[in-house]
Every structure is written in structure tokens, then in C-alpha cells.
């Protein structure tokens, strides 16, 4: 039997190191079952420790992140001499060690989960504080005592850090082309902030992959991704505007996807995945590279089937 043709390739990767921040567009990542490597391992919170996000404070869309280029290479441990690196317009350059921090925070909630998270200190609290106008501290999530499982309905057993809601989130360029032929102002790619970028194949077909295969990785579509308002911020300066969200909803909302199913009012973009592999314990060292091909082991027939 011949190998089915590919059905995707990937043609992009993009780290959120820090929740709400600027993404990193990188050749290769090693595979987590939280997500990508350094995905969304941080996020800034307020005084009582809930997490900003782009939707309460838009310019955190201005706030660039810089990783080197090892931290994405398998098996890659970090020195003290391991930085990230912010910049934000009109702020001095802030260096962070990739070392764990020795300081703990108790109380930090994201969404619906709370706990304890390591605290990335006074310089990067003072830093991100000036920058937002409102007291604030860069928190780390801590892998060696916390858990934040993924809503059981769609991904029973896995984990995040500080994304949404799962581990990885999945679009194609040909959706993203096809809602730019209905606007009067193409929108990037990074408003959706996808983990992955994929071409070659229909548009939204990805709305219908239950299982891929991703050079050898397999993984799981759960739930079509429904989007906030984060779409709406101009990624570049941080004002937000009506679109692309005000078009999705004329064809792209539940009432036209899924006119049977419960109505929320929602729209959908991308597809939102879980990383099957890291259930046997069968991906270590895993790593997606762009240029991989997509296969498609299980889909369903039409969006109204696909979980959401």
C-alpha cells in the first residue's frame, strides 16, 4: 500500500515564551506535552497575581522576546550565560536568565487555575510595572510542583503552562487567505498567534483533522479553536479594531458551522491540539521542523462534527 500523500506541510512555528507577548518565529522546537519548548513558560500578573493578557492590556502585543538559537535544539539545558531577552518600545533592554529562579510566588491565577509559579524577581518586576503603569511581576511557571490540566471534555490527561486552554494551536494559510479575500485590509497570521502554521492544503481543513501525524509526531485536533477578542489587536501597535472578528462572524460563528449544536455566539480559527505521543512516553526528543509534512490519520466529515 503507498504512503498517503502528505496533506500539509508545515510552514512556520511560533513561540509565545512570555503569555501575551510578541511570538518568536523559529526554524524547529522540541516537543513538550505542555506545548512547545519555552511556550507560554512565563506570564506577567498583577498585584493580586492574575495574569495580564492582551485583551485587558493590549500593548503587551509591543513587548519583543529573544531566545538564542540553542534553547531550540534537543537536549539544549540553559548556563547562566542563557538570556532571554525583552525590549519594549521606549524601555531599556531587560535580560532574564533561562536558570530557574529561587523565588516563589503563591496566588497566581490564570483563567480558572491558580497556584504557586517562580517569581522572576525586583528588576523584572520594576521593568514590566514601568512599562503597563500598574504594579506588576514576570512569574514562571513551576513544572517541578504544579499542574494545570487541560478541561478533561476535550483532553483528559494533558497539561499546560500558561496558554488558554491547550498545548498547541494549529491553522492554515489557505484559512487565513481565504478570510483575507473578505477583508478590505489583509490581516498577518499573528493575530491568531498560532503554534503552527501549515500550507497546502483547503482552507479550514483543518477544522475537520481529528488525528495528524507531523513528521512522526501524532496529534490530536480537540476542539476548534474559538477566538477572543486578541484577533482584533493590531500586533504591531497595539489598538485594536473590528476586524477580522466582525467577518468571521458572518461565516466562521457557530450559527453557520454548527446551526445544530448549542449557540454561543462564537467564532472559530484554527484548531486546537494535544500531543498523543506524550501519553506513552514514546516522543522524547521529538522535534517539528518547517518543511515537515502533515498526514492525516482520522477526520470528521464537517465542522458541525468536529468538537468545539
Not at 529561587?102 to 517569581?119: F, I, K
Not at 477544522?207 to 482584533?232: A, H, M, Q, Y
Request: one cysteine or more; a neutral charge; glycine letters at 8%.
Amino acid at each position: 500500500m503507498a504512503e498517503e500523500a502528505a496533506a500539509a506541510k508545515v510552514s512556520s512555528i511560533f513561540i509565545y515564551p512570555i503569555k501575551s507577548c510578541r511570538g518568536i518565529s523559529v526554524p524547529q522546537a522540541p516537543l513538550t506535552p505542555t506545548g512547545f519548548r519555552w511556550d507560554r513558560n512565563w506570564v506577567v500578573v498583577n498585584y493580586k497575581g492574575r495574569a495580564y493578557t492582551q485583551r485587558v492590556e493590549p500593548k503587551l502585543a509591543l513587548v519583543e522576546i529573544e531566545l538564542p538559537k540553542e534553547a531550540f535544539l534537543d537536549g539544549f539545558e540553559p548556563t547562566k550565560n542563557s538570556h532571554m531577552i525583552i525590549k519594549a518600545p521606549g524601555m531599556p533592554v531587560l535580560s532574564i536568565p533561562l536558570t530557574k529562579p529561587q523565588d516563589v510566588a503563591e496566588g497566581v491565577s490564570v483563567w480558572e487555575w491558580s497556584g504557586s509559579a517562580l517569581d522572576e524577581g525586583g528588576e523584572a518586576a520594576k521593568w514590566f510595572s514601568d512599562y503597563i503603569g500598574k504594579p506588576s511581576r514576570l512569574i514562571r511557571f513551576d513544572a517541578g510542583s504544579q499542574i494545570r490540566p487541560v478541561d478533561p471534555e476535550y483532553g483528559r490527561g494533558h497539561n499546560i503552562m500558561f496558554s488558554d486552554l491547550f498545548p498547541y494551536m494549529l491553522a492554515s494559510q489557505e484559512s487565513l487567505d481565504a478570510l483575507n479575500k473578505l477583508l478590505n485590509e489583509p490581516v498577518p497570521i499573528n493575530r491568531f498567534r498560532p503554534n503552527i502554521l501549515v500550507h497546502g492544503c483547503e482552507p479550514f481543513s483543518e477544522d475537520l483533522w481529528s488525528e495528524i501525524k507531523i513528521n512522526k509526531s501524532t496529534f490530536g485536533g480537540v476542539r476548534l479553536c474559538s477566538r477572543c477578542k486578541v484577533p482584533t489587536i493590531n500586533q504591531d501597535t497595539g489598538v485594536a479594531g473590528s476586524e477580522p472578528n466582525a467577518t468571521l462572524m458572518q461565516f466562521r460563528s457557530d450559527k453557520v458551522l454548527r446551526p445544530d449544536k448549542k449557540q454561543q455566539g462564537k467564532v472559530y480559527f484554527g484548531q486546537n491540539l494535544v500531543w498523543k505521543d506524550s501519553e506513552s512516553g514514546s516522543g522524547k526528543g521529538s522535534i517539528i521542523k518547517i518543511g515537515d509534512p502533515i498526514f492525516v490519520l482520522r477526520k470528521v466529515s464537517s465542522p458541525a462534527e468536529a468538537a468545539a
